[in-house]
């Protein structure tokens, strides 16, 4: 039994390494310089636990038949591998083990998935290295301790956890608590802040861009392409020479490509280490956005400019002098009143019969859309339809129709993309619906009433100063939701509270260095749940980054790569899109050009006008290929060599959707017929042939008085979230239509809106003849209910 001794002495030293027995106590020494490299607590105290449910293992294979002589074995004897287990599960079951684990970072979830690790490695290995295979046969002797194994098995779980090696250094990447550092340029010169606060209608960007135009140079940074564009041949046109930037295209005041002094810009591309005289960050308010509120505040604290002119709501006031405050630069603030009034009705539309021209209406979704638009062109009036998908070219056109006192088209149908980037002559908003269908965190849908913010946003397009309209009016389109839209008017926006922020990519990158082995979607989990923010800040949601990061994961690329195309700006509920852009990573990976005649193969260009509603979506999906393809290529402008050729076909296409828009009420009537017989599906499962009649909240006026909604869903409070799936009340409100078609006003309503025809009714009178003579419905069916149950008491008895 002694002679496992002395050839240790002859062994490389190891940390830790106990010879003599006798507990746990001798341990505390090798777990000490252990823990100094541990980091599950910072150094200050003040860190937080790290979220360890995101720490993947890095698989470590047992060792195989050796080529080489079992060491151990050699010194010692061969293990006995049931004795080994035996007290393998012992030291597992030993508090001070486990306690001794902690305080090097394992915490009961770590400590338990190492122990397996290291136990199947073991178990499973022909053989170990010698120092453990001299320790574990000791053990089984009775000459050593189970204790002896913890630096062994603390070394096997940084191995398979190397997270835990290089704790504090992870926590020192992702300290966010001090972001105005990160642009030192912006830091080295002292800039003037003045923030331009007002309503929309307020002039407070007209303002801010004469500032712009007066200037040497400038930048203005706004929310959308539309934005960008419209500044840009606003400068141009002014005899200001200004370049346009976007993530897609890049076009030059100039014949010669030469920079021009002044860029307009998506928020996304403003460059951090130009400088300018005067910079203009529009729409301030969005740097709460969840999504993208990292791109204002990058150009709120990192744009190099003598004047920063911000504008926006005046929610956003306390929060943007606070962060300036941390610069220490001061702010002026500008506020701004609506140059024309706003009225809120005191009556709703209620029948599309009472439309006027330069009435507006919202709906939150594409196929309230396709559903007013039909009702209003079956009374004869022509409509033009604006809708968050479709290319910018056709929204402007389609501005273009609505806007032209020519154009017969006097009547507007849209989502919520006309709160900003568009100028509309809009007389009248008319709220199709307060609330507005979302999906949760679970992929389920919910409805949401729209916020204050998001109603004043819309609301105010009516009335548009220098327009043809003086004041603008607003109401909705069903008496009960006028009350809880006033309610929602009246109520105080919710000030700003907090900053996005985002990971860079060098921050990801020095992750990756101590992390080689995790995939880009888990360092950003543990980026994420490391980020250390103060009060001011909050890191972005992260969901669609990881969504392309997962589904590209199989494909070899280096890291910056990757993360390039995880940060592709797509909607993941476009399965053409993702497919496609999977596609071009995986020739991208290969080193193969993505060339004008691959894409034209993978899209089938030429395409044909859209003969439906179906086809017109898959055209808005190509346009966004498209779109995808032109924002590589400025990123990798070797693998993506055909953007020219691109961009044309692109246009050609812009043509096309404006062509099907134009016929949008041909497509749904296309759709429908090619539907099976009694289905009133267009698109999805959720197109609302009939009028769904939202969960309105009952709302008690000053005499008590409830609301009194034959279906009401649910009852709330401003603030509250409904979470009721759609598919309920539509389901709801089917059966309740289908009770009140024997009254026939809801078959003369249909018929009137142009949403059934005759033959359709003769066929469901038809079907409902047979179905009450059956007994399906009715006293028929109580009474075979009764003689069922007369018969099972018979059987009984």
Request: glycine share 6%; with cysteine.
């Amino acid at each position: 039994m002694r002679r496992c001794a002395w050839p240790l002495l002859r062994l490389p030293a190891r940390a830790g390494l106990v010879l003599r027995h006798g507990g746990a106590v001798r341990l505390r020494a090798a777990a000490a310089a252990s823990s100094s490299s541990s980091s599950s607590v910072g150094g200050d105290g003040s860190s937080r636990a790290p979220d360890t449910s995101l720490f993947v293992p890095v698989p470590l294979k047992p060792v195989g038949d050796a080529a080489e002589e079992d060491v151990g074995a050699e010194l010692t004897r061969p293990l006995d591998k049931g004795e080994v287990l035996k007290n393998l599960n012992k030291f597992y079951k030993r508090k001070e083990i486990q306690r001794l684990g902690a305080e090097n970072g394992l915490d009961a979830r770590l400590f338990h998935q190492a122990f397996i690790s290291f136990r199947k490695y073991i178990m499973e290995s022909s053989s170990v290295s010698a120092d453990l295979h001299i320790i574990l046969n000791d053990i089984c002797c009775g000459a050593g301790h189970v204790d002896d194994l913890f630096p062994f098995f603390l070394r096997h779980a940084k191995q398979i956890f190397p997270m835990l090696d290089c704790m504090d250094d992870l926590r020192k990447i992702s300290d966010l608590r001090l972001p105005p550092n990160w642009y030192p340029d912006a830091r080295a010169i002292q800039r003037k802040i003045i923030f331009h606060a007002g309503p929309t209608n307020s002039g407070k960007t007209y303002h801010a861009i004469q500032r712009f135009l007066s200037a040497k140079s400038g930048i203005y940074c706004g929310p959308l392409k539309l934005l960008a564009h419209e500044i840009f041949q606003k400068s141009n046109d002014a005899n200001v020479p200004c370049d346009l930037v976007t993530g897609e295209e890049r076009v030059y005041a100039s014949e010669d490509a030469r920079q021009a002094p002044h860029i307009a810009c998506t928020i996304e591309m403003c460059s951090t280490n130009t400088p300018y005289e005067v910079a203009v960050i529009d729409e301030i308010q969005m740097i709460r956005d969840p999504a993208r509120g990292w791109a204002w505040t990058r150009a709120l604290l990192g744009l190099c400019a003598e004047e920063i002119h911000v504008c926006g709501e005046a929610a956003a006031i306390d929060l943007v002098t606070e962060l300036m405050y941390t610069t220490g630069e001061e702010v002026e603030v500008r506020n701004y009143k609506r140059l024309t009034p706003l009225t809120v009705l005191d009556y709703a539309l209620e029948s599309l019969d009472n439309l006027r021209p330069g009435d507006c209406i919202v709906c939150f979704s594409k196929n309230d859309i396709y559903s007013v638009s039909r009702q209003i062109e079956a009374r004869g009036l022509e409509c033009a339809v604006i809708y968050g998908s479709l290319p910018p070219g056709t929204k402007l056109e389609q501005a273009k129709k609505f806007n032209d006192p020519d154009d017969p088209c006097k009547i507007l149908v849209a989502t919520d993309a006309i709160g900003m980037g568009l100028n509309l002559c809009i007389k009248r908003i008319i709220f199709n619906s307060i609330v507005k269908p979302t999906m949760n965190e679970k992929g389920e849908k919910e409805i949401d009433s729209i916020t204050t913010s998001q109603a004043l946003q819309i609301a105010g397009r009516a009335g548009r100063y220098g327009s043809s309209f003086k004041q603008g009016e607003v109401t909705t389109m069903h008496r009960d939701d006028l009350v809880q839209l006033k309610e929602i008017l009246s109520e105080p926006v919710r000030p700003v509270k907090a900053a996005g922020l985002h990971p860079t990519p060098e921050q990801i990158e020095m992750f990756a260095y101590h992390l080689p082995d995790a995939t880009l979607s888990n360092l950003i989990d543990i980026f994420v749940s490391l980020s250390q923010v103060d009060g001011l800040y909050f890191v972005c949601n992260i969901d669609d980054f990881k969504f392309l990061a997962d589904m590209i994961q199989h494909i070899p690329l280096n890291l910056r790569s990757r993360y390039v195309f995880c940060t592709a700006p797509l909607n993941r509920k476009e399965p053409f899109v993702c497919t496609t852009l999977l596609k071009f990573a995986r020739q991208f990976s290969r080193n193969e050009p993505l060339t004008f005649d691959w894409l034209c193969r993978h899209t089938k260009w030429p395409l044909a006008a859209p003969k439906n509603i179906k086809e017109l979506v898959h055209l808005e999906a190509v346009h966004d290929v498209f779109d995808l393809y032109l924002w590589l290529s400025y990123r990798f402008m070797d693998m993506f060599p055909d953007a020219v050729l691109v961009r044309d076909i692109q246009k050609k296409l812009d043509d096309i959707i404006q062509v099907g828009v134009c016929n949008i009420t041909k497509l749904i009537r296309a759709s429908q017929s090619a539907a099976a017989p009694g289905t009133a599906e267009v698109v999805s499962e959720d197109f609302p042939l009939l009028r769904t009649k939202r969960d309105t909240r009952a709302v008690s006026d000053r005499h008590g008085a409830k609301s009194t909604e034959a279906l009401s869903i649910a009852v709330e409070v401003p603030g509250e979230r409904r979470a009721k799936n759609l598919k309920a009340y539509r389901s709801a409100t089917r059966q309740e239509d289908l009770k009140s078609h024997g009254r026939g006003s809801l078959a003369n309503r249909l018929l009137r809106e142009g949403l059934l025809t005759q033959e359709m009714l003769r066929q469901l009178e038809s079907e409902w003849q047979d179905q009450h003579r059956s007994g399906r419905y009715g006293l028929g069916s109580k009474r075979d209910d009764q003689n069922s149950s007369k018969e099972m008491g018979k059987k009984k008895k």
